[in-house]
């Protein structure tokens, strides 16, 4: 093996380009591990975990605006040319205006000058300097997607605060979506243009519905993230209410979606008598009654978010079972009596919380790293225990990046269940569009034929739209091939799996 590192002085570059080029290095031939990061504490202690920080700072003492790329491969000749591949892909310019900008350019204010007539800022890095950044774009006069994470609370409520008073947005923190106009931000699906507005305090849920929404039949008009804290007591949903005002006010949106994991409840009645325009209210996993205006509808589903909403402005969903018991009760045939587990493994946070939230009711009790009940953790689940895993979480990412840009994570759970005759079943959600992996199904298909030669199911779900890069359906066929069923909601993926446990092809009919 190889192990090679380089540090470039001086050479600050955000998250998002730093995902680019770690994914470039990890898609190099004979590479094992890679990471294109900045040289904060944090990143070098991860360094040192991986047994390299040594290195890094042998190769110029790397500081907080220094830029390390680390590579660990076969040979010399694979980490070179996954360090050249990385450079490549932060350096080389794609045009001739790229060029220009990235000499002329340093900071937001140049930037500002540059292009006056520009109106969203991007803030994209470290928490500790997001406040100061974003409070610069709001002087500037601009909405803000505040992509970076951990930013302290306090911050995040002054900032939001300051936006409102503004007549502003501030986008996150820990904003990963949005669509502006149609134009996506961050992590988002190529979707038609249409007449339902959306507010989202949870990026992959904003994806989900704007992605049924569009595979449906029906356009968006824009697509505001909020921050997952955005509906908490503390927070309030000050950023919320001035999306929905913004939405209930624009002459393009006749119908507004709000999606969010369990609110605080004084805070969403708050919210939900803000609109005047028919309104749905997708709040996974709440259980209590609100109380709401007679244009506002509240479901627990995204799923349902999305079929509500198409009902505001006549439309309809397909239907959504097809063939899939049948699917359910061919497999149920073969498989061995042993087997009752189901295995989540997701890359979308919202979609791990809502299986969680529609399995809990079936399966019972779920262990996770973000579980329902926080006795049911990943340190206390039995070996026979059903597990649902957000790999999104900061303790799968560390040193390495988001399974939505680098499936290696994920094959190494799938392949860790090929071992195991208690699983039933193992959940997965493949998501598509910008920023995402160019083939996350294809990366994904070796593990799958393995666990499905094993003798367990895997149910998969593909998040995204037939406009996105990958292709929706080349995707979904990918899947079949290699031996999963796929559903049409991730929803019903969850049911799929639990109906594979309890050996009841009926639960896929479930209505949510």
Not at 55 to 65: L, P, R, T
Not at 129 to 152: M, Q, R
Request: charged share 20%.
């Amino acid at each position: 093996m190889s192990t090679r590192v380089t540090v470039r002085k001086n050479s600050y570059k955000d998250s998002v380009r730093l995902l680019e080029a770690t994914r470039a290095i990890l898609g190099s031939p004979g590479v094992s591990w890679g990471w294109a990061l900045m040289a904060t504490p944090a990143n070098l202690a991860t360094l040192e975990e991986q047994g390299i920080a040594g290195e890094a700072g042998e190769a110029g003492e790397a500081a907080a605006n220094d830029l390390v790329l680390a590579v660990r491969a076969d040979d010399d000749a694979a980490a070179t040319a996954a360090l050249e591949s990385a450079e490549a892909t932060l350096f080389a310019a794609n045009s001739g205006e790229d060029e220009v900008a990235a000499q002329s350019t340093t900071d937001l204010a140049g930037a500002v000058a540059e292009h006056p007539d520009a109106n969203v800022a991007i803030v994209s890095v470290p928490g500790a300097y997001a406040a100061l950044e974003t409070h610069k774009a709001l002087s500037a006069g601009l909405d803000v997607l505040l992509f970076s994470d951990n930013v302290p609370l306090a911050d995040e409520i002054e900032l939001k605060e300051r936006a409102r008073d503004l007549g502003r947005l501030v986008m996150g923190p820990g904003a990963g979506t949005a669509m502006i106009a149609g134009a996506g931000l961050g992590f988002a699906n190529r979707v038609a243009a249409g007449p339902v507005g959306i507010v989202a305090a949870a990026g992959t849920g904003a994806q989900e519905v704007m992605s049924l929404l569009d595979r449906w039949g029906v356009g968006v008009s824009h697509v505001i993230g909020v921050g997952g804290r955005d509906l908490s007591p503390e927070v309030g949903g000050l950023m919320a209410e001035s999306a929905i005002r913004a939405l209930d006010a624009d002459d393009r949106t006749q119908a507004i979606l709000l999606v969010s994991k369990p609110p605080a409840r004084d805070v969403a009645e708050r919210l939900l008598k803000v609109p005047s325009k028919p309104t749905v209210a997708a709040l996974m996993g709440l259980r209590d009654e609100l109380s709401t205006a007679d244009n506002v509808t509240v479901v627990n589903t995204l799923e349902q978010g999305a079929i509500r909403t198409l009902g505001l402005i006549g439309g309809s969903a397909p239907d959504l079972v097809q063939d899939l018991a049948e699917q359910v009760a061919g497999l149920i045939t073969g498989l061995d009596s042993t087997r009752r587990k189901v295995v989540g493994l997701y890359s979308g946070g919202t979609l791990c919380y809502e299986a969680l939230t529609i399995a809990t009711d079936h399966l019972g009790p779920i262990h996770s790293n973000v579980p329902l009940d926080k006795s049911l953790t990943v340190d206390t689940a039995a070996p026979d225990a059903h597990l649902f895993l957000d790999l999104g979480e900061e303790e799968y990412t560390k040193g390495r990046p988001h399974p939505m840009i680098d499936p290696q994570a994920r094959i190494e759970f799938l392949e860790r269940q090929v071992d195991d005759n208690r699983v039933a079943a193992v959940l997965l959600d493949v998501v598509i569009g910008d920023g995402a992996h160019d083939d996350p199904a294809g990366t994904l298909a070796a593990a799958i034929e393995k666990v499905t030669a094993s003798g367990a199911a895997v149910v998969a779900y593909v998040l995204g739209t037939e406009r996105d890069p990958q292709g929706f359906a080349a995707q979904q066929e990918t899947l079949r091939q290699a031996g999963a069923i796929v559903t049409e909601t991730a929803a019903r993926a969850a049911l799929a799996a639990s109906a594979i446990a309890l050996r009841d092809p009926a639960l896929v009919a479930t209505e949510l």
